[in-house]
């Protein structure tokens, strides 16, 4: 075994279960009221990264089969940002800024050449991409309308001085909206000091030089503030225009 990768034994089969044990036992003391909901990620994530070490020789195969799989993760993902926002019938229409954001960004960087023409790399790419405009989407939506929610009499002062909805919607929104990019801002600020983020690490893993490793991150992370700064901005729009809402909203 390369001593480079980690090991799939039983050990961490162990390993696994108390990381979820200890953050179960830090949520319940903390009374975070996630603890079910940690369990059932972890359980969910083994399971579905099982399936996907079967299925990715497959896929990788064609550029049709990483087409669909590239497509079927933009559908999941923005699936679960419209049940963060809101509920999958009244915010499905996230799926704009969860694949501008990742496809803009994704096509920069394929299109610059600087990253090989290849499955193997177009798909991982596209992941982190998604992953990371989903993020932005269900952040900036969730604060935008908790928001509007709590300002509620503002929102309504500024319609009787004359703002149009959208304007209004805006004025009190905008403010939060920038919060979203807090977490890739943090994490493209401390990279190499705080943090040694996936794609960095992932290179080192499979054999590659710490120059590369390094080329390949700070890619991953300006790639990743272009996606999410996209998904972001037009998460906003969208709950301005009333295409995204909650139902107690008005």
């Known amino acids: 075994m390369n001593q480079a990768t980690i090991s799939t034994g039983p050990v961490l089969a162990v390993v696994l279960a108390a990381l979820v044990l200890i953050a179960v036992a830090a949520a319940g003391v903390g009374r975070l009221g996630v603890s079910r909901p940690m369990v059932t990620a972890s359980a969910r994530a083994v399971v579905q990264l099982a399936v996907v070490s079967l299925l990715i020789a497959a896929v990788l195969r064609s550029w049709w089969s990483t087409a669909g799989f590239i497509t079927l993760m933009v559908l999941v993902a923005a699936a679960t940002s419209a049940r963060r926002v809101s509920t999958l019938r009244q915010g499905w229409t996230v799926i704009i800024p969860v694949a501008a954001g990742s496809l803009t960004a994704g096509c920069v960087i394929v299109a610059s050449g600087v990253a090989p023409w290849t499955e193997v790399t177009v798909l991982p790419i596209a992941g982190i991409l998604i992953g990371g405009?989903?993020?932005?989407?269900?952040?900036?939506?969730?604060?935008?309308?908790?928001?509007?929610?709590?300002?509620?009499?503002?929102?309504?002062?500024?319609?009787?001085?004359?703002?149009?909805?959208?304007?209004?919607?805006?004025?009190?929104?905008?403010?939060?909206?920038?919060?979203?990019?807090?977490?890739?801002?943090?994490?493209?600020?401390?990279?190499?000091?705080?943090?040694?983020?996936?794609?960095?690490?992932?290179?080192?893993?499979?054999?590659?030089?710490?120059?590369a490793a390094g080329a390949t991150q700070l890619l991953v992370l300006v790639g990743l503030l272009a996606a999410e700064a996209i998904a972001a901005a037009l998460t906003l729009e969208l709950v301005a225009s009333g295409l995204v809402r909650r139902s107690a909203q008005r």
């Open 133 to 211: 405009a989903m993020t932005a989407t269900s952040l900036s939506g969730r604060r935008a309308l908790d928001e509007l929610h709590n300002r509620q009499g503002e929102y309504e002062a500024a319609l009787a001085l004359g703002f149009l909805p959208r304007d209004a919607v805006l004025e009190v929104c905008r403010p939060t909206a920038g919060q979203a990019l807090v977490p890739a801002l943090d994490q493209t600020r401390t990279v190499g000091l705080v943090t040694l983020p996936g794609a960095f690490v992932g290179v080192l893993l499979g054999g590659g030089s710490a120059v």
